[in-house]
């Protein structure tokens, strides 16, 4: 089960966000939270790559927070 540390710990591996993944809150958005469009985009890239998922665009632009991306990773496919 993915939770929300995993997704932090990634991003502070791969340098996305850098110096903001220590504070993100899980339910708030990650626009608000600072993120712009290339951490997005990175940050679904990699995990599309880590998690063996395809993320199209109509599901990337439903998980605005990391507690939407958890869920989504943990959804039965």
């Given at each position: 089960?993915?939770?929300t ?17 220590d504070?993100l809150a899980?339910?708030q ?17 990699e995990?599309?790559?880590?998690y063996?998922?395809?993320l199209?665009?109509?599901v ?13 990773l943990?959804?039965?496919?």
């Open positions: 089960m993915t939770t540390n995993d997704i932090i710990q990634l991003m502070k591996a791969t340098g996305i966000a850098r110096g903001k993944a504070t899980a339910d958005s990650l626009d608000q939270q600072g993120l712009d469009s290339y951490d997005r985009m990175s940050l679904l890239t995990l599309e790559e880590k063996n998922v395809e199209p665009n109509d990337a632009r439903q998980l605005k927070t990391l507690n939407d991306i958890v869920a989504h943990n959804e039965p496919r």
